[in-house]
């Protein structure tokens, strides 16, 4: 697939099937995505695979943290938000000290890595949709995923194999006004 195709084709579809990649083929992917671009290489970031079983610690730190009564149908539907996909990736932002690259440089070089990788996983045949929300700031899903007091939790990659895409009927967004000039 040629770059600019899969810029114009991806986008965040749901559902997933139950296919997800290998660690192995992760780690390929990262190292690829890892090339975005990143002042001073800090590489301020890291990621915490949840698999199977993971999800569901993830969803009953989500009920929890959201106060849904245990056992009840709301607890259930929160944590069954942890399992719309087979693999997700918890995004952190981890500033590093450096004289010459702020923090809010670093979050940026974040969201590059992360927007690439969904690139590089979507040519390489897979769906990834970056969620995030409330949950980010409930203690128990921080502290599950192991979040330090000067990270960021940005949110969840749900990464898992995508249905066939059809030819995308979205028309290249309007970006008119969002270049000027100088005055």
């Known amino acids: 697939m040629?770059?600019?195709?899969?810029?114009?084709?991806?986008?965040?579809?749901?559902?997933?099937?139950?296919?997800?990649?290998?660690?192995?083929?992760?780690?390929?992917?990262?190292?690829?995505?890892?090339?975005?671009?990143?002042?001073?290489?800090?590489?301020?970031?890291?990621?915490?695979?949840?698999?199977?079983?993971?999800?569901?610690?993830?969803?009953?730190?989500?009920?929890?943290?959201?106060?849904?009564?245990?056992?009840?149908?709301?607890?259930a539907r929160t944590a069954a938000k942890a399992l719309r996909a087979p693999l997700l990736l918890s995004i952190i932002?981890?500033?590093?000290?450096?004289?010459?690259?702020?923090a809010w440089e670093q979050l940026a070089a974040t969201a590059a890595l992360i927007s690439t990788l969904q690139l590089v996983l979507f040519e390489a045949g897979w769906t990834a949709m970056w969620r995030s929300g409330p949950a980010v700031e409930l203690p128990?899903?921080?502290q599950l995923i192991g979040v330090g007091d000067t990270e960021q939790l940005l949110g969840w990659l749900y990464i898992g194999g995508r249905t066939e895409i059809g030819p995308d009927a979205r028309p290249d967004p309007d970006v008119s006004g969002k270049i000027s000039t100088l005055p």
């Not at 932002?93 to 702020?102: D, E, F, G, L």
């Open 2 to 75: 040629e770059l600019i195709d899969a810029i114009r084709l991806r986008r965040s579809t749901a559902p997933v099937t139950g296919a997800a990649p290998t660690d192995a083929d992760l780690y390929e992917y990262l190292a690829l995505a890892a090339h975005s671009p990143d002042h001073a290489s800090l590489r301020p970031w890291r990621l915490v695979s949840l698999r199977g079983s993971d999800r569901e610690r993830l969803g009953a730190a989500l009920a929890t943290g959201f106060g849904d009564p245990p056992g009840s149908p709301e607890a």
């Open 140 to 142: 128990q899903v921080r």
């Open 93 to 102: 932002a981890s500033p590093v000290q450096h004289p010459k690259v702020p």
